[in-house]
């Protein structure tokens, strides 16, 4: 029988491919079959993809921290450690290679969520102690650790309820464009042959042009009409700016991301930038009196436009919850009517159901318990200062809040890939330092409260995001999701504890350019951290919100959601810079050219699956010089150049050509096909 076995699971990687309904909405009672078959056993857990896993959460860990504090950079973990996956499981010639991989990709992606929930927010207590010396402010690895991991598991355990939701219930509804780049290298790698070439050869293109352009400067990143004398003057006299940034992962994310979500994401910028700032710069007066005409309109923008997006995310994810609460209960109500013995409880039936087990509800509440004692044990020894009416109230906002952002997290993945955990976790530090004020928690031991609150938050909301990534890869490719959520805890674990000494290490040996010893010149940038740290301290310190904007925000949300405008899209347009969003727009557009210029619409598909194939190359690639990038920094070797040019609009043209090749290169090799 196992001889047997055995031969089902080589068979599987000798014509491996992504099923035709993978990527598109399932026709009434059609069933999305994955590449694994649910009703067979395949090699998952061992120890090659735990050792493999961990070592990749270890690294990765460790190379994501660096870049987010030293550059304002958090690469994506999962792409890069997916080739590193396959490659090591071709060498190592793996017979279950695509099974293992899975396992080894969703343990070691922990290492970007638990970086991005902690370098967002835990450093902010840093940089306030540099500022202001006298105010006796202490952070401990030991807090930076427990932040990380309570966080980390937090987000596990809220959103495994979801997960029949997000990754089979909406089915083709949302693209998840980086689940898909992670899966087409993942499938690729098992498969071989002319996609395995295909990926390659499109992710060294998208990996030397994002490297040539960010690492080497050979020229310019941002593309803008500000490159010009009269852009110039446009931008300062009427606030107006179109800005796009000419990175390969981002033309390649908009592609995967398609026309419609990429339109609704750059309307919301689009209304930002070219209808508020020109109002606001035209008629807006500062709360100190200066005229909005004199400021830069990034600073308008900066300061008052996104804060408004994060008011339209906060009302985004009310509403979720809302919705989704006839799929809290139907998922809870699944997971304890098959533990209580029906017709799916047998043997049989959870034979054939292996790539639908989630962990039991019993130990999800059982683990929910265990996080809130252990939370609370924190809260009262780990040195915070609190009563236990402040850990009270500490414990209600952790769990009110990471419960009330968590689809908002899963949802903006699934839709733009893009996590906007520090908008969410904006909001949080608001709600959390003016409640903790109210209960006398103020000053210094105010501040580190509501940082680790907000660490704590902001980790679950990244996790929450990453976690459904993998389970969505899991769910293509026919992984047991009850194994990717066990082992999601481990790798939980080990990046916590990394990401706790390199923030402990480098702060101490770089900081942040406030403290008197810090290396000049060197100082990490932080910039997510220090825009936290700019709302938590005037909170403590008695001053106000501006809640205004906020509700600006949410009233708009509130307007696009009845007319039927998916208002979470719009807000993250509204929240994120036009030059992040604009590119998305361009890689959305040539989906849509190169999936209808035929009119046999097997044609159309064959070349838009074509196109899906370069689009994941061009973000694989992209990451993955990404990393290498950050480890020559770290490494202290310096590989950009000087060249005249940089300061003539040369610098600017050549960027504007180099885009146009590169979405050229896009269009014509996708429209290179013929029908099969």
């Not at 959103?159 to 083709?172: A, E, N, Q, T």
């Not at 005229?291 to 008011?311: A, C, E, H, Q």
């Not at 050219?593 to 044609?603: I, L």
Request: hydrophobic share 50%; with cysteine; net charge positive.
């Amino acid at each position: 029988m196992k001889e047997k076995e055995q031969e089902t699971v080589e068979s599987v990687g000798q014509d491996v491919k992504m099923p035709e309904n993978a990527y598109r909405e399932l026709k009434s009672g059609e069933e999305y079959k994955p590449i694994l078959l649910p009703e067979k056993k395949y090699p998952e857990l061992n120890a090659w993809t735990i050792v493999w896993g961990i070592i990749m959460a270890v690294i990765f860990s460790a190379a994501t921290a660096y870049a987010g504090l030293r550059f304002g950079q958090v690469f994506e973990a999962a792409i890069p450690i997916a080739i590193i996956a396959v490659g090591a499981s071709t060498i190592a010639k793996r017979k279950s290679g695509l099974s293992e991989n899975v396992l080894i990709q969703s343990i070691g992606a922990s290492s970007g969520v638990i970086v991005a929930g902690a370098i967002f927010t835990l450093p902010a207590i840093f940089i306030i102690q540099e500022k202001n010396p006298g105010m006796g402010l202490e952070v401990h690895f030991f807090q930076i650790f427990m932040a990380s991991l309570l966080g980390g598991f937090l987000g596990i355990l809220f959103l495994i309820p979801f997960r029949k939701y997000f990754v089979s219930d909406m089915h083709g509804k949302y693209p998840f464009p980086e689940a898909t780049a992670t899966t087409e290298i993942l499938v690729s790698g098992a498969k071989g042959g002319s996609q395995l070439k295909l990926l390659l050869a499109s992710g060294l293109i998208g990996g030397l042009y994002d490297f040539c352009m960010t690492t080497f400067k050979f020229w310019s990143e941002a593309i803008s009409t500000r490159m010009t004398a009269w852009g110039e003057a446009l931008a300062m006299n009427h606030k107006f700016t179109l800005n796009m940034s000419g990175t390969g992962i981002l033309l390649g994310t908009g592609y995967l991301i398609g026309l419609k979500y990429a339109a609704i994401i750059c309307a919301g910028s689009f209304l930002s930038w070219w209808v508020i700032v020109p109002l606001l710069g035209s008629y807006g007066v500062t709360g100190d009196g200066t005229l909005m005409s004199t400021m830069d309109p990034d600073l308008i923008f900066k300061n008052y436009v996104r804060l408004i997006g994060i008011g339209g995310i906060a009302m985004a994810g009310l509403l979720g919850v809302i919705k989704s609460a006839g799929v809290i209960k139907t998922s809870m109500g699944t997971i304890f009517k098959a533990k209580k013995g029906g017709a799916e409880s047998s043997p049989e039936a959870q034979e054939t159901l292996r790539t639908r087990r989630d962990i039991s509800m019993k130990i999800i509440l059982f683990g929910f318990l265990a996080v809130f004692l252990v939370m609370f044990l924190f809260f009262i020894f780990g040195g915070l200062n609190m009563n236990f009416t402040q850990v009270i109230v500490a414990l209600l906002i952790v769990f009110l809040f990471a419960f009330l952002f968590t689809t908002v997290a899963a949802t903006a993945i699934a839709t733009v890939g893009s996590n906007p955990v520090s908008g969410m976790t904006i909001m949080t530090l608001i709600f959390s330092s003016f409640i903790l004020a109210a209960v006398g928690l103020k000053g210094s031991a105010g501040i580190v409260t509501a940082m680790i609150v907000g660490g704590i938050v902001c980790s679950a909301l990244a996790m929450a995001g990453g976690f459904i990534t993998d389970l969505k890869i899991g769910y293509w490719i026919g992984s047991s999701p009850f194994k990717q959520q066990a082992f999601k805890f481990v790798g939980t674990l080990v990046s916590a504890l990394t990401v706790g000494i390199v923030i402990m290490i480098l702060s101490k040996i770089y900081g942040y350019g406030y403290a008197p010893d810090a290396i000049k010149g060197e100082e990490l940038a932080a910039p997510q951290a220090n825009a936290m740290a700019a709302v938590v301290e005037p909170l403590m310190s008695g001053e106000g919100a501006p809640w205004i904007l906020y509700i600006v925000g949410a009233v708009i949300a509130l307007l696009l959601d009845m007319i039927g405008v998916p208002a979470l899209a719009f807000s993250l347009g509204m929240f994120l810079p036009l030059a992040l969003n604009t590119p998305l727009l361009v890689g959305g557009a040539i989906a849509w050219f190169v999936g209808s210029r035929s009119k046999d619409e097997a044609v159309n598909k064959q070349r838009k699956d074509k196109g899906t194939l370069l689009a994941s190359g061009l973000l694989a690639g992209a990451a993955i010089f990404g990393v290498v990038s950050a480890v020559l920094k770290f490494v202290g070797v310096d590989v950009t150049t000087t060249m005249a040019y940089q300061n003539s609009p040369a610098f600017s043209i050549l960027a504007v050509v180099m885009f146009v090749a590169l979405c050229v290169y896009l269009i014509v090799h996708s429209m290179k096909t013929q029908k099969k």
